[in-house]
């Protein structure tokens, strides 16, 4: 149901009101000049109201425009052609700075001036026509008044994003402060180590001795792969574009990743439509995207689980999907999945989807993010260069 739908349904303007609203233009149209007079008359006494005005060659123009606003309400038709010209006034005073309250004030106006002429020249069916006058007005305020909603709530959002974008300058300076800092200890011990396992097995090959620097060794490696999560983060690298077959790199993904998921007893689907499909892409970020949902999904399924990679490749862009029958991601969580550092899984360094973001928008792409009880679907939209 349409805005316009839902006013109309909740006021309960009936056909007959219709016809009242025709009535009532018959009588009210030739005093329409009179009222747009008064009404501007109203707007210039009040100093708010008036400060948006330029001058009296406007007010001109707007005493026409009003006569035909009002023409036009009486007599529809009240189709969504009526809704978008209604929205454009709207948008206007929003644009122009017109506080809220003059909407109201300001159809008072035209309401009591409906309402005198029609008691004056048909008193017997003035209540009528007025039950259906009313109803018009209001909805005229309605779509009037969601225009200013609606452009506080795309200020909200924009204001959100803004702030959301500093937040991540932020820690990316941090992290590439802390990453290059760790970096050189920890290769400098990488090395030891090794040197030290090296002279361990050729000395003794005591398995008490080597299978601690084993496990250092591992921590050091782990250590060395969160650092280069950090780095990939901190700096968000430059695109590195060549044409490559997408349908090809979706499909060795896969097969790198397949072994993760038959460790898990799951169904692993990777379909490519067409099966050559060229595009200027940065290949190794777009493994990286593919890859981190795939591990991700790989992670949400239970023992016995479905996956499914698909890549449709179109003429302006390609899509691709990754889709499990996991448990689906929760409501709080899906709010700040793509922020950096929030991660729900142990030992997990919340950047992976952060990655797939930025990564996924430096190819001006998007992602859509499906989830449920049933599973959850990821559907990662680049637009194709050629
Ligand atoms: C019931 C309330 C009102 C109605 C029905 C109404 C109607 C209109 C209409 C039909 C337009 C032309 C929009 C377009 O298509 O560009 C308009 C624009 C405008 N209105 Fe209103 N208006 C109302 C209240 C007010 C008030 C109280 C002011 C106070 C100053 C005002 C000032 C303006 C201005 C400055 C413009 C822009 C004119 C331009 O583009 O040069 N309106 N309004």
Redesign the pocket.
Known sequence: MSFLEACFAYVELTAEDLGRLGKAHAVLSPHFPAIAER??A??WK?PG??????GPA?VE??RM??V???SS?LLGPHDERFYE?RS??GR??V??G?DQQ??????T??RTAYHDILHAEVPAEAAALLRAIHKL?DI??AI?VRHYQLDSEAKLVTRERRAQSDRITAMQTLTAGLAHEVRNPLNAAKLQLELLDRRLRRAIDDPRLTQPSELASKEIERLTQLLNDFLAFARPPELHLEERDIAQLVTHVGEVERPSALKKNASFDVTVEPESYLARIDAAKIHQVVGNLVRNAVEAVSDGGHIVVRLSGGDDAFVITVQDDGPGIPQEVQARIYEPFFSTKEGGTGLGMSIVHSLVALHDGSIKLDTGPDGTRFEVTIPRRQ
């Open positions: 009404f501007y109203s707007v009040d109201a008036a400060k948006v005005l330029s406007q123009r707007l425009t009003l035909d606003w009002m309400g010209k454009r006034i206007r005073h644009q122009i017109l003059y909407m109201f004030t300001a159809m106006v035209v007005l005229e305020l009037m």
